[in-house]
T-cell receptor, first 111, second 115 residues
Framework: AQTVTQSQPEMSVQEAETVTLSCTYDTSESDYYLFWYKQPPSRQMILVIRQEAYKQQNATENRFSVNFQKAAKSFSLKISDSQLGDAAMYFCAYRVNDMRFGAGTRLTVKP | SQTIHQWPATLVQPVGSPLSLECTVEGTSNPNLYWYRQAAGRGLQLLFYSVGIGQISSEVPQNLSASRPQDRQFILSSKKLLLSDSGFYLC??????????????FGQGTRLTVV
């Protein structure tokens, strides 16, 4: 079974600084999709960024970028110029058919 | 545009009572449908996944069940709730990967408290 591991239960970053959230996954598939979702206190799940495994180029969405290392099965999220509104739970997810999530990382942004 | 509706938003039920949570999707056909549970401060646990009417896979053997009576309707049920069923339940939909879909779209969630 596919598993997704987020080894950082909590992370903290100073406003305007950069933070990296880690994610590893276990799979025997070669084609799959990876995602980072944000869950603010409202608990609404918001897609932050996605990566197709067949693409070697790392995905970027404004201040959010990923470091996708397929051989190492690693998929980290970098948030640049952190803002107070970035404070939330962040979930890494993996999909071939259904979608599996990691345990999440709670990000705190200090003013 | 596609939308997903999940209700109720909050529910308090006594132990041993039945449960029915409903989720509907608009604006798309033959979606993949999901039910997840999130314990307090924890990740999302996949409970049920459906690729079509009558096609439901269960990830966690427990006293919960799911049904898909219509293409865009997904129902989570229990005959007798346990205290351990308390949590935040999320419904989601996605396009089949073979049709070019990737991400899942989530409902607002249901906070269930079993007392």
């Amino acid at each position: 079974a596919q598993t997704v591991t987020q080894s950082q239960p909590e992370m903290s970053v100073q406003e305007a600084e950069t933070v990296t959230l880690s994610c590893t996954y276990d799979t025997s598939e070669s084609d799959y999709y990876l995602f980072w979702y944000k869950q603010p206190p409202s608990r609404q799940m918001i897609l932050v960024i996605r990566q197709e495994a067949y693409k070697q180029q790392n995905a970027t969405e404004n201040r959010f970028s990923v470091n996708f290392q397929k051989a190492a099965k690693s998929f980290s999220l970098k948030i640049s110029d952190s803002q107070l509104g970035d404070a939330a739970m962040y979930f890494c997810a993996y999909r071939v058919n259904d979608m599996r999530f990691g345990a999440g990382t709670r990000l705190t942004v200090k003013p | 545009s596609q939308t997903i509706h999940q209700w109720p938003a909050t529910l308090v039920q006594p132990v041993g009572s039945p449960l029915s949570l409903e989720c509907t999707v608009e604006g798309t056909s033959n979606p993949n449908l999901y039910w997840y549970r999130q314990a307090a401060g924890r990740g999302l646990q996949l409970l049920f996944y459906s690729v079509g009417i009558g096609q439901i896979s269960s990830e966690v053997p427990q006293n919960l069940s799911a049904s898909r009576p219509q293409d865009r309707q997904f129902i989570l049920s229990s005959k007798k709730l346990l205290l351990s069923d308390s949590g935040f339940y999320l419904c989601a939909w996605s396009v089949n990967p073979g049709q070019g879909g990737t991400e899942a779209f989530f409902g607002q969630g249901t906070r269930l408290t079993v007392v």
